[in-house]
Structure formats: structure tokens, C-alpha cells
């Protein structure tokens, strides 16, 4: 059983920050792939960010965004920066060993989500 607790989300104006964090419990091994993935309202879930032996990033992320994990705490981390209005979603975790790391169907295990609001 494996068991993805997400934390960190809240409300923050245009240009802060956030660090979003996703403890793991169960058979989650140093070696999976954890990702980050995103829900806007009234659009699809969306990939963000993964981590295994190398990171992925969106483009609409990239140089604001940095994934990091503690693999003695099993617990990923999503460092956000220079938050837009545009990057307010439901954003969830994401465990498993998926051939591609952006594509959230092969993430067997996911945690219920945080909100992240950006006001303008």
C-alpha cells in the first residue's frame, strides 16, 4: 500500500513563492520516478515536473520551478518561484515507474492534491 500525502499549498500574490512537499509512505523506492502534476479549473490535469535518475520539467515551469527529493524522508519537494495567475491549479504527486514521466496514466499512485492560488 502505498500512500502520497501532499502539503505546502496556500494563497500568494504574483511573483512569490511556494514549496510544495509530498511525503511518501509504503513501497516507494529511491529509484521511482515522483511527480508533480497540475489541475486548473475546468482544464485537464496537466504534468509539471518529475524526478527519477533525471528531471523533467513543463515549459511553461522551466527556470521558475525546481523538484528535489530527500530519499531518507521519501519525500519530494516542488520549490515554485516567480508564481504566475496562470499556475493556480489543484497540484498533486504522482509515484511509480512510468516509461514516459509526463504521462500521468502510468503513475499508479497519487496523493488527493493541494490548492496553490496565485492572485494577481
Known amino acids: 500500500q502505498v500512500q502520497l500525502v501532499e502539503a505546502g499549498g496556500g494563497l500568494v500574490q504574483a511573483g512569490g513563492s511556494l514549496r510544495l512537499s509530498c511525503a511518501a509512505s509504503?513501497?516507494?523506492?529511491?529509484?521511482?520516478?515522483m511527480g508533480w502534476f497540475r489541475q486548473a479549473p475546468g482544464k485537464e490535469r496537466e504534468f509539471v515536473a518529475s524526478i527519477s535518475w533525471s528531471f523533467n520539467y513543463a515549459d511553461s515551469v522551466k527556470g521558475r520551478f525546481t523538484i528535489s527529493r530527500d530519499n531518507a524522508k521519501n519525500t519530494v519537494f516542488l520549490q515554485m518561484n516567480s508564481l504566475k495567475p496562470e499556475d493556480t491549479a489543484v497540484y498533486y504527486c504522482?509515484?511509480?515507474?512510468?516509461?514516459?514521466?509526463?504521462?500521468?496514466?502510468?503513475?499508479?499512485?497519487w496523493g488527493q492534491g493541494t490548492q496553490v492560488t496565485v492572485s494577481s
Open positions: 509504503g513501497r516507494v523506492l529511491s529509484t521511482d520516478s
Open positions: 504522482a509515484a511509480g515507474r512510468p516509461r514516459s514521466a509526463n504521462v500521468q496514466s502510468q503513475y499508479p499512485y
